[in-house]
């Protein structure tokens, strides 16, 4: 049995538009009503997993879920489809952002020994909490062993989730028991606080973690404020380094200290504000990056390209390799049509440590299978959609045949 660290991109779907859905997310309010690109998004989206498969190994994927859902705007009411922000909902292709899929506790953190999963309820946004039933049809296919994985529930509400987007998980190495950071945001402040910490303890308890083995940390409200909706745009950790902004937390040093206190050996990797302001990261998602362990040894941080093109942030890297520290790659992807939505490499991807001989292989990517998902995504995704568009009944007959066209390549008809 060997557990490794596999990284579930989501694949763009094919109904991917800027509604500006997302208080509190400054790109997704920034973008609202452009044009948007889907076959360029999805393409992007593989690129990167191409480049991470050919680095790092394993890598999955899980496929975009139905959408229009008529079933929302029925909920809604009759005419809910003539006001713009809930036929965008309907639309939404926000799925794509797996690190808001579930939360995942690996089998060695767990009194049973199993692989927990808890879809997020993703409460906060009517766009996202229509996502959880269909997450969990998916989780429970690619995750349907049970010998090996437990695919809970989602939270009830009230208590927001917003899944990995807010966990953290410190270990010697994966396949090692490990020490699982939670972080809430404190609801009051100017943009919503979706993580709350009655979320945590709940997924903290259905996957049985230790109590001397978690961790709940609160969110600075200062980073909320300035558009961190998610920990994952202002810190990330792998095995024992924390990579994260000096203003990430509400109590700076009692955050580090509580993660210290249960895993002493923890390497903190900070970048001050005064070198990268909280705007610019946010800015540029050098958090929201894959902080990676790599098959040669140490790690690999795989960041937007709009790192690269930010002086304050790209002196700061090359400073930091410089230094010969645990982090000794920089990896720059261009996932420009997702960052457009608030969504960088790290948003794009669902960590899941297990022996990838358990997973359901129809979820597991090679390069026969990215080839198989490019050439659907050119011959079926939309190049554009225009806001107007989506009362459009001939694009929504492309958008579901579109995604009906790669359940049928994956032979993944469970999901049709
Ligand atoms: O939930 N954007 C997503 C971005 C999620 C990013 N995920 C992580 N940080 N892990 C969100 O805010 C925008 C949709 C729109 O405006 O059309 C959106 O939902």
Known sequence: ?????????????????????????????????????????????????????????????FLPLPRPNHGLLQQLGPGAEAAPALLAAAWSASSMWTANAATVSP????????????????????????EWPDTKRQ?????????????????????????????????????????????????????????????????????????????????????????????????????????????AFADRQGAYDAMRTAFPALQVVEVPDSAVSLAEAIRTYLFNAQLIT??????????????????????????MLAGNGSIREVVPVNVRQSMANGGGPACLRLRVVADPATVDPRFLLDDAKADTI???????????????DLSNQTLEKCVVSARQALITALDLPELG
């Open 294 to 319: 790599r098959p040669q040894g140490g790690m690999a941080l795989v960041v937007p390209d709009e790192c690269r093109e930010s002086t304050a942030v790209w002196g700061w890297l090359e400073e």
């Open 139 to 247: 989780l429970d296919i690619a995750f349907g062993n049970t010998d090996h994985f437990v695919v809970h529930d989602a939270v009830p509400p009230t208590f927001g989730d917003e899944g990995a987007a807010n966990h953290m998980r410190l270990c010697a190495s994966h396949g090692e028991a490990g020490v699982e950071v939670f972080v809430y945001g404190r609801p009051g402040g100017k943009f919503p606080a979706r993580q709350h910490l009655e979320a945590c303890r709940t997924v903290a308890r259905l996957h049985g973690l230790a109590p001397e083995r978690t961790v709940f940390i609160e969110q600075n409200p200062a980073a909320i404020e300035a558009g961190a909706f998610h920990n994952d745009v202002v810190a990330v950790a792998n095995e024992d380094v924390i990579f994260a902004h000096e203003l």
């Open 107 to 130: 089998a060695p953190d767990t009194v049973d020994g199993k692989c927990h999963f808890t879809p997020a309820n993703l409460v906060t946004m009517l766009h996202r909490a229509q």
């Open 374 to 388: 490019e050439s659907v995504i050119s011959q079926h995704w939309p190049e554009q959609i225009d806001p107007a």
């Open 1 to 61: 049995m060997s557990l490794v660290e596999i990284n579930f991109d989501g694949i763009v779907g094919p109904s991917h538009n800027y509604a500006g859905l997302s208080l509190g997310n400054i790109a997704s309010t920034k973008h609202q009503g452009d044009a948007s690109y889907p076959r360029a998004a999805a393409l992007q989206g593989v690129a990167k997993m191409r480049g991470n498969l050919a680095r790092f190994g394993a890598q999955g994927f």
